[in-house]
């Protein structure tokens, strides 16, 4: 593998030479690792109660539609242990947790909008009582028919947003010109998060009305700005604090603040500390997943398989309210490319309404969706013309002349990609098993497999520009203890390690005199969620610039007080040097204070060079792209459906690693998440709306025993072309999408029984929907 000779070409301020750095880019383990291991890591289930907490759970509506006739609670009051009962009623501020456009009541209210929907809460001494008291209300609904399925949405004209469109080109007058043309659709399921934490909250009063809330949220400022919202008080009145979570993946980023602001609402009205804490079945029920959609797509294509013009509707089940669903169409309609030139294209998208738990943020955040059908067109393309679907992608690649994606963005590493599938088509030998699995398949009348090598280019940045900044508190002690706080939060990503490697190496001191400390808006206010793979993108460069205003004024201390030049003054090995002096990173702090030295700094960093005009539907919504390729071999049952991943090849851009451990972890989790996406994970909701697999009994995850022994993973050795902390790239969502390989990889194998004819496979490719596609392809008996 060779790296990209351009990745160094964008200023940047001065840093060390690789082999002088201590801390970045090595493989460090992960901070809580141990912790994690050993059960010891404190969670917000696991923090010690203070005296007289109260505990809460929450009454759903028995129906998906319809009007609330009566909510008859005098059972549930009369329950003991039960201390209060909460309804719409008794919000003091609004009665709304939107992130946006105030359409998410936190109790419903006249109406009820999807199965599970919340109606009360119980507060009781035990949850226990509690929860038994939540089952004895009486609720009268005069029921109408529920919206479940996209059809359903499309026949009521429902939607949550307007629809939405941008592209290039006539598309049409394309396809006309093609010499050849091709249609479909492809259905693509959604998926829960399946945390191993379930949402939890705990809030603590204060005097003079502020109040504590510590929650499992990727977003603590918006857990804050929405308890103060139902509370009526301003946000200063609220601080929201999280140390870590048991997983996120999105579904706490905005999902998390009903349930903080339930068990503030409790606090406030109890003046006692309240604690809630859903159940699987509840979380499962009344929180929301990734969106699925039903993508109808149109090509025109010539005989290489270059494609001419392309025309896409994706249309995507949102649930009752908007929640995310405005970027995270968005952003899959950005990813309608993948690594793909479409000369003339039309991307379009509606957000449609239905009578089920509003869907939401979700690791990739509607990237996969956009991809995944693309990918599709390229497999159908192959089939069409009898070409290798390797070969397909490469001819349709960005290129020179052929970079510009359909909303404008030149795509200016696109050499990058070509290399890197390259490299990963040479070491995964992908032409000698094309051969060898073609040999097979002639032979094996029962088992079948199926290769495929698939791309991914994924753009970073928050897609609503203002959310693309963070900010970061040090503190240096005269002990030279470093204590760290910023905007981000640690979901088991390793976010917290990487960033105080940063830190460690800005003082030039040992990783252990950095105290790593919990995410809160008291300490670093108006942040961003932790999502969209930006984590480490901004809370490292800010915390990069708080420590590098620190150590400026050390530096400027040490070169006055000994005569010296700033530029003799070295912070490193745990020590400062001072033209021919040195001491302990200690011993100057000390002194430094005692000369009345500012030993405390805020950082701030946004994103620079990214715009977008949605109106016009251009603009540069990504800082840059990450990239990665992957190969998968599978073997299929044609008379069972089952299916097994023989072996995975991943080749991913992180650019210059930040810790090489943290980044193939998350590639090798985000892997195999996307491939539970893809195969086993299917959401089934019935006629009238309710989610029926709604526990582990009946939602299948990926498990250790689904994990193919023979996986490995490289890291495509570049750099990032743009200023990014120590020319790294984000890790976090780009890997999931790798997996796209394994449905094609299936799909491939299908195709195999029926050369030349279209394979009729849904998402998730459950053993059901492959043995359906093998017997409508004539496959089995």
């Known amino acids: 593998m060779r790296p990209n000779d351009g990745a160094e070409t964008a200023p940047d301020a001065p840093e060390r030479e690789e082999e002088a750095l201590r801390h970045v880019r090595r493989p460090l383990p992960h901070d809580s690792g141990v912790k994690h291991a050993s059960g010891a890591a404190t969670y917000v289930d696991d923090i010690r109660a203070p005296e007289g907490t109260l505990h809460l759970a929450v009454g759903g509506s028995p129906k998906a539609r319809g009007r609330l006739l009566t909510l008859d609670l005098s059972a549930v009051r009369a329950h003991p242990g039960v201390v209060a009962v909460l309804t719409a009623a008794d919000v003091p501020g609004k009665n709304d947790i939107a992130p946006a456009l105030a359409d998410d009541p936190l109790f419903a209210e006249g109406e009820v909008s999807f199965h599970g929907q919340v109606l009360f809460a119980v507060v009781a001494e035990t949850r226990e009582a509690a929860r038994r008291a939540a089952r004895l209300a009486k609720v009268e609904i005069e029921a109408e028919r529920p919206s479940v399925t996209v059809e359903d949405a499309l026949a009521r004209g429902e939607t949550v947003l307007p629809d939405y469109a941008f592209g290039r080109g006539d598309p049409d007058a394309a396809l006309a010109a093609a010499p050849r043309r091709l249609e479909g659709t492809l259905r693509i399921g959604g998926q829960e998060h399946f945390y191993l934490e379930g949402q939890a909250a705990l809030a603590v009063p204060g005097e003079d009305g502020d109040i504590t809330v510590h929650?499992?949220?990727?977003?603590?400022?918006?857990?804050?700005?929405?308890?103060?919202?139902?509370?009526?008080?301003?946000?200063?009145?609220?601080?929201?604090?999280?140390?870590?979570?048991?997983?996120?993946?999105?579904?706490?980023?905005?999902?998390?603040?009903?349930?903080?602001?339930?068990?503030?609402?409790?606090?406030?009205?109890?003046?006692?500390?309240?604690?809630?804490?859903?159940?699987?079945?509840?979380?499962?029920?009344?929180?929301?997943?990734?969106?699925?959609?039903?993508?109808?797509?149109?090509?025109?294509?010539?005989?290489?398989?270059?494609?001419?013009?392309?025309?896409?509707?994706?249309?995507?089940?949102?649930?009752?309210?908007?929640?995310?669903?405005?970027?995270?169409?968005?952003?899959?309609?950005?990813?309608?490319?993948?690594?793909?030139?479409?000369?003339?294209?039309?991307?379009?998208?509606?957000?449609?309404?239905?009578?089920?738990?509003?869907?939401?943020?979700?690791?990739?955040?509607?990237?996969?969706?956009?991809?995944?059908?693309?990918?599709?067109?390229?497999?159908?393309?192959?089939?069409?013309?009898?070409?290798?679907?390797?070969?397909?992608?490469?001819?349709?690649?960005?290129?020179?002349?052929?970079?510009?994606?359909?909303?404008?963005?030149?795509?200016?590493?696109?050499?990058?990609?070509?290399?890197?599938?390259?490299?990963?088509?040479?070491?995964?030998?992908?032409?000698?098993?094309?051969?060898?699995?073609?040999?097979?398949?002639?032979?094996?009348?029962?088992?079948?497999?199926?290769?495929?090598?698939?791309?991914?280019?994924?753009?970073?940045?928050?897609?609503?520009?203002?959310?693309?900044?963070?900010?970061?508190?040090?503190?240096?002690?005269?002990?030279?203890?470093?204590?760290?706080?910023?905007?981000?939060?640690?979901?088991?990503?390793?976010?917290?390690?990487?960033?105080?490697?940063?830190?460690?190496?800005?003082?030039?001191?040992?990783?252990?005199?950095?105290?790593?400390?919990?995410?809160?808006?008291?300490?670093?206010?108006?942040?961003?969620?932790t999502a969209a793979s930006a984590g480490s993108d901004l809370n490292g460069m800010a915390a990069r610039a708080a420590a590098r205003t620190i150590r400026k004024r050390l530096a400027a201390f040490a070169a006055e007080t000994w005569g010296v030049p700033e530029a003799e003054v070295a912070f490193r090995d745990d020590r400062v040097f001072i033209g021919n002096e040195s001491l302990t990173f200690g011993e100057l702090a000390r002194k430094a204070h005692q000369a009345r030295i500012q030993l405390s700094a805020a950082g701030f960093y946004r994103t620079p060079k990214i715009h977008w005009d949605r109106d016009k539907g251009e603009g540069r919504p990504f800082f840059y792209f990450a990239y990665g390729a992957a190969c998968s071999e599978v073997t299929i049952d044609t008379l069972t459906g089952e299916m097994r991943v023989d072996r995975i090849d991943i080749l991913h851009d992180v650019g210059r690693s930040l810790n090489p451990a943290i980044d193939i972890g998350q590639i090798e989790g985000g892997f195999v998440q996307g491939m539970g996406w893809l195969t086993t994970e299917e959401l089934i909701f019935d006629e009238e709306g309710r989610l029926l697999t709604h526990a582990p009994s009946t939602y299948k995850i990926p498990v250790a025993s689904d994990v193919p022994a023979d996986f490995r993973v490289a890291l495509y050795p570049s750099g990032n072309r743009e200023e990014t902390i120590y020319r790294s790239k984000a890790v976090g969502e780009p890997p999931l999408m790798l997996a796209i390989c394994v449905f094609s990889a299936i799909a491939d194998a299908v195709h195999s029984l029926a050369p030349g004819r279209p394979v009729p496979l849904d998402a998730p490719a459950t053993p059901e929907a492959i043995l359906k596609a093998v017997q409508m392809l004539g496959g089995s008996p």
Request: contains cysteine; positive net charge.
């Open 215 to 529: 929650s499992s949220t990727q977003h603590p400022t918006e857990v804050q700005h929405v308890v103060a919202r139902v509370l009526g008080i301003p946000d200063a009145f609220v601080t929201c604090e999280v140390r870590r979570m048991g997983g996120g993946f999105g579904g706490k980023e905005s999902q998390a603040t009903q349930w903080a602001a339930l068990a503030a609402l409790a606090a406030r009205v109890t003046g006692r500390p309240c604690k809630l804490r859903l159940d699987r079945d509840d979380d499962m029920a009344m929180t929301g997943k990734r969106h699925d959609f039903r993508v109808g797509w149109r090509v025109g294509f010539d005989d290489d398989g270059r494609i001419a013009g392309y025309d896409v509707m994706y249309d995507a089940r949102c649930g009752y309210s908007a929640d995310l669903s405005l970027g995270v169409v968005d952003r899959a309609m950005f990813h309608a490319d993948n690594a793909y030139f479409l000369p003339a294209v039309r991307v379009a998208s509606r957000r449609l309404k239905t009578n089920t738990v509003s869907n939401t943020a979700f690791r990739g955040f509607g990237g996969p969706q956009g991809m995944l059908a693309v990918e599709r067109v390229m497999d159908a393309i192959a089939w069409a013309t009898g070409r290798d679907p390797l070969d397909v992608r490469k001819a349709n690649f960005y290129a020179p002349g052929r970079d510009r994606t359909p909303y404008g963005q030149e795509v200016e590493d696109a050499d990058l990609l070509r290399d890197l599938v390259e490299t990963l088509e040479r070491d995964c030998d992908y032409r000698v098993r094309r051969g060898a699995i073609a040999a097979f398949n002639a032979r094996s009348p029962i088992l079948k497999k199926g290769l495929a090598l698939t791309p991914v280019k994924f753009g970073i940045s928050f897609t609503l520009t203002h959310l693309n900044q963070a900010g970061a508190l040090v503190h240096v002690y005269t002990d030279g203890s470093i204590h760290l706080n910023h905007g981000g939060t640690e979901m088991g990503q390793g976010l917290f390690i990487k960033v105080a490697q940063v830190v460690a190496e800005e003082f030039g001191v040992a990783l252990e005199r950095v105290r790593i400390t919990a995410t809160t808006t008291a300490k670093v206010p108006n942040t961003a969620p």
